[in-house]
């Protein structure tokens, strides 16, 4: 009688599985792609402030099974009205379609003076923005090269935080990853605890060399000290060859001067407007 009980009660936490599992993969596979090239309006749900000027807001997408449908390496459109002009500016999501289910969220640092970022900042939980997408000339493959360095600079973090967290969660994807990633102060470094634990996880594949402009009297740090020079590039990044790609995305002082250091170190020239094959491409 005890071992009917067993058995039956096993069949029943079975088919419970089997429909719960079904279900879940169902949901995936009819995601519902949101973005088509037009504007649409979505609601701020969320901001998780992360330093005195940035922070992360989620939007929320029209369906529960939503995904964005932004390609890895793209970015969205923001715009908005501001002293009677229309302003756009572009912004990449720090989240994926594989995890941001009816949601998607975006690393902005707003400025006193900025446009888009102010008013993004300026806004209630429940107000709405405009975005179009997707947008970019750079659409992420796998194992299209061996060996990817990354430079990046404040909030430029944020294609290379996509990028990077969509090749640790493939493990399919055996690219190997260097990043040098400059801020102004420790303070200022994003995404910090999310970067070191996808290294911690694979160390052998990707590898990440923080940079500060400057620390205070007796502070510690362990990373890098000062800018992005031509000697801290051929210390820390791949060497130039056709297996390797280095991405740029940051201030623009810092991508001229990235653009020119890279030339010197036997980098092919970095083109006005990048494309996607280009050994170095700039966002």
Not at 52 to 64: C, D, Q, S, V
Not at 96 to 123: Q, R, T
Not at 243 to 251: K, Y
Not at 265 to 270: M, R, S, T
Request: glycine share 8%; charged share 20%; net charge positive.
């Amino acid at each position: 009688m005890e071992s009917s009980y067993i058995l039956a009660l096993l069949a029943v936490l079975l088919v419970s599985y089997l429909f719960i599992f079904k279900n879940s993969g169902s949901n995936k596979s009819t995601a519902v792609k949101t973005l088509n090239n037009e504007w649409q309006e979505f609601k701020l749900i969320t901001k998780t402030q992360l330093t005195h000027n940035t922070a992360i807001y989620r939007f929320g997408l029209p369906k529960e099974n939503a995904v964005l449908g932004l390609p890895i390496g793209q970015h969205i459109s923001i715009s908005g009205s501001i002293n009677g002009k229309e302003i756009v500016r572009s912004y990449t999501p720090t989240s994926l379609d594989s995890d941001a289910v009816g949601h998607f969220d975006i690393l902005i640092k707003s400025y006193p003076e900025g446009n888009i970022s102010k008013m993004v900042a300026e806004l209630n939980i429940g107000d709405f923005i405009k975005v179009k997408g997707p947008k970019g000339f750079y659409k992420y493959e796998e194992n299209l090269y061996k060996h990817i360095g990354m430079i990046a600079g404040g909030t430029g973090i944020s294609p290379m935080y996509q990028i990077i967290k969509a090749i640790s969660t493939n493990p399919k994807d055996k690219t190997k990853v260097t990043l040098l990633y400059g801020s102004q102060s420790k303070e200022d470094v994003l995404l910090k605890k999310e970067l070191d634990d996808i290294v911690a996880a694979n160390p052998e594949q990707f590898k990440i060399v923080y940079l500060v402009d400057k620390l205070a009297e007796g502070e510690y740090w362990d990373g890098e000290v000062g800018y992005v020079t031509k000697e801290l590039i051929a210390k820390t990044l791949p060497a130039p060859e056709a297996s390797t790609q280095i991405l740029v995305c940051g201030p623009p002082p810092m991508v001229s001067s990235v653009k020119r250091n890279a030339v010197a170190l036997g980098y092919q020239k970095a083109k006005p407007i990048s494309k996607m094959g280009d050994q170095v491409f700039v966002f």
